[in-house]
C-alpha cells in the first residue's frame, strides 16, 4: 500500500524582516512528509506579482537545489509530494498545479482521491474546459476557476466543496492568501501550526515540528482556515458530513512521532501491540517486527506479553525507490537486498512476528519464509490491522478486490498461504481501543466494506 500525498503551505509576514525564507522552509517541511510520497514533488511561491514554482520526478532533495530555492522568493507558498492514484507517474501530473486566469493567480495541492473525479471532468470537458493531466486534482482546479469568475473567494471554496465528492485535504494560495480545506468527512488528516514570523499547514504535524514550529489544532472536517496579513480566519462548509477518519493514517501510514485528531500515532499503534498480546496470545521465545511500520506495535506486545523484544530483521534504508527487482530468478537476493535476517536472534526459537497489515500475501510468506530459513523453530504472525477485505478509493494505492488475500479466504487459509504457524489479525474492536476515536468517527471501509459515502464504481480509483 502507499499513501497518496503530502501536502504543505507557508505563510509568513511580509513585515517580518527576520521572517524565514518560505521555500526553504516548504522544502524541510516536505522531507519530513517523504513518507507520504516518493514519486514526484513540487513548491509553488507567490512573490507578490505572479506566482512561481520548482516540480520535479524523485524524491525531495533530489529534486530541489539551493539555488533554485534561493530564487523563490515571497512571503507565501505551498508544496506537496506525490505518490499516484489518479492519473500516470509522469511529470505533468506533479503538483501544485498553477492557473493564470484574468483575476489572479492560483495554486493547488492536494491529498486524497475524489470518488466523482470523472464525472466532473466530463462536465466541465462539455463547457469547453481542457485539462492537461490526468489527475483529479486538476478538476478541482478548473471547478474553482469556474467559480471564481462568479462568487466571491470564500464562497467560490464552499461552491467547489459542495460538488465534490470523496476525500481532500487541500493547501490553495490565490495571489497572497493561503488556504487550508478539509473534505466534510475528515478522511485525510491536515494541521495548523504557528512557527516563527507566521503560520504552517501541512498533512501531519512532524512537518511542524521540523520548523521548530508548534502545533495549533487539526483543520476540522468541512472547514475552510484562511491565511492573511497576519490574521487567522475559519469557515465552514454548508453542508456536514459524518466524520469518518481514515483508520490506516494510525496503523500504518503517518509517521508515529505525528500527532493526527489528537492522537500521537506512537501510542495508538503501541496499544495496537497490547490489543493483539490479549486477543492473540502465544507461547514464544522473541516477539520481533517487521521493520519499520511494526516495530512499536511489537514493542507494546512484548512488554503486555512479557515475551522479549528481539530484532530478526534488519530493513536496508537506502535502497531507494528506484529499485528494479532483475529478474524472477533473483527474486529471494531481491528480497534480502530489501531487508535481511539477523540469524542469531532468530536460530532455534520460536518467534512472534509483528506486522502492520497484510495485503496480497506474498511479501509476508516471503518475510516468513526467510526467518525458518534462518533456522527459526516457529513463525507465529500477528497482524496490526483487521483482514483488508475490500479496497480503498479514498486516496491509498491498494490492491484491487480479486488480489486482496482476505477478499475470499478463511484466516486459516491465509496462515497455510503464508506458511505461518499460527496467524492473528487485531479485531475492529481492538482496534478501534487503540485508536481511541469513537467508531462512528472512522472510515473502516477497506475492513467492512461499507462506506461512508456512495462508491460510483469500482473504477473510480486508477
Not at 478486490?401 to 496467524?423: F, G, Y
Request: glycine content about 8%.
Amino acid at each position: 500500500m502507499e499513501e497518496k500525498c503530502g501536502v504543505v503551505g507557508v505563510s509568513v509576514s511580509p513585515d517580518n524582516e527576520s521572517s524565514p525564507d518560505v521555500a526553504h522552509q516548504m522544502y524541510y517541511a516536505l522531507y519530513a512528509l517523504q513518507h507520504r510520497g516518493q514519486e514526484s514533488t513540487g513548491i509553488a511561491v507567490y512573490d507578490g506579482t505572479t506566482i512561481h514554482s520548482i516540480k520535479g520526478m524523485g524524491l525531495v532533495p533530489e529534486v530541489y537545489i539551493k539555488d533554485d530555492l534561493d530564487n523563490l522568493s515571497g512571503n507565501v507558498g505551498i508544496g506537496h509530494v506525490r505518490y499516484s492514484t489518479t492519473g500516470d507517474s509522469r511529470i505533468e501530473n506533479c503538483q501544485p498545479f498553477v492557473v493564470n486566469y484574468k483575476n489572479g493567480c492560483i495554486a493547488l495541492a492536494h491529498n486524497g482521491n475524489l470518488t466523482n473525479g470523472q464525472e466532473l471532468r466530463d462536465e466541465l470537458e462539455s463547457e469547453g474546459h481542457i485539462f492537461v493531466t490526468e489527475s483529479d486534482t486538476e478538476v478541482i482546479v478548473h471547478l474553482l476557476v469556474k467559480k471564481l469568475l462568479t462568487y466571491d473567494t470564500i464562497e467560490s471554496l464552499k461552491k467547489v466543496m459542495e460538488r465534490l465528492e470523496g476525500s481532500y485535504s487541500l493547501t490553495v494560495m490565490i495571489d497572497s492568501m493561503l488556504i487550508a480545506i478539509r473534505d466534510p468527512f475528515g478522511f485525510k488528516p491536515l494541521c495548523i501550526g504557528e512557527v516563527d514570523g507566521g503560520y504552517v499547514v501541512a498533512s501531519e504535524s512532524v512537518a511542524i515540528d521540523t520548523l521548530n514550529g508548534k502545533l495549533i489544532r487539526d483543520v476540522e472536517p468541512g472547514e475552510i482556515v484562511v491565511f492573511r496579513n497576519g490574521d487567522i480566519e475559519s469557515y465552514r462548509s454548508t453542508e456536514q458530513k459524518k466524520i469518518s477518519h481514515c483508520v490506516f493514517e494510525y496503523i500504518y501510514f503517518a509517521r508515529p512521532d505525528s500527532i493526527i485528531d489528537g492522537q500521537l500515532v506512537y501510542r495508538v499503534r503501541e496499544k495496537i501491540g497490547r490489543e493483539l498480546a490479549k486477543e492473540h496470545p502465544v507461547e514464544a521465545d522473541i516477539v520481533s517486527p517487521v521493520p519499520d511500520s511494526g516495530i512499536t506495535s511489537a514493542v507494546g506486545y512484548a512488554d503486555t506479553s512479557s515475551i522479549k523484544y528481539s530484532e530478526g530483521l534488519m530493513k536496508n534504508r537506502y535502497i531507494g525507490r528506484t529499485f528494479i527487482l532483475p529478474g524472477q530468478s533473483m527474486r529471494e537476493t531481491a528480497v534480502r537486498l530489501k531487508m535481511n535476517t539477523i540469524s542469531q536472534n532468530i536460530s532455534g526459537k520460536k518467534i512472534i512476528l509483528i506486522d502492520d497489515s497484510i495485503v496480497r500475501g506474498t511479501t509476508s510468506k516471503r518475510i516468513i519464509n526467510m526467518i525458518r530459513g534462518a533456522g527459526a523453530k516457529e513463525v507465529h504472525a500477528r497482524i496490526g490491522s483487521p483482514p483488508i477485505i475490500a479496497p480503498c478509493y479514498m486516496g491509498i494505492n491498494m490492491a484491487t478486490r480479486e488480489e486482496l488475500v482476505a477478499s475470499d479466504r478463511k484466516i486459516s487459509e491465509i496462515e497455510e498461504l503464508i506458511d505461518a504457524d499460527s496467524l492473528g489479525y487485531l479485531s475492529i474492536e481492538g482496534l478501534i481501543r487503540a485508536i481511541g476515536i469513537d467508531k462512528n468517527k472512522l472510515c473502516l471501509g477497506c475492513l467492512t466494506g461499507v462506506y461512508p459515502l456512495k462508491i460510483h464504481s469500482e473504477e473510480c480509483e486508477s
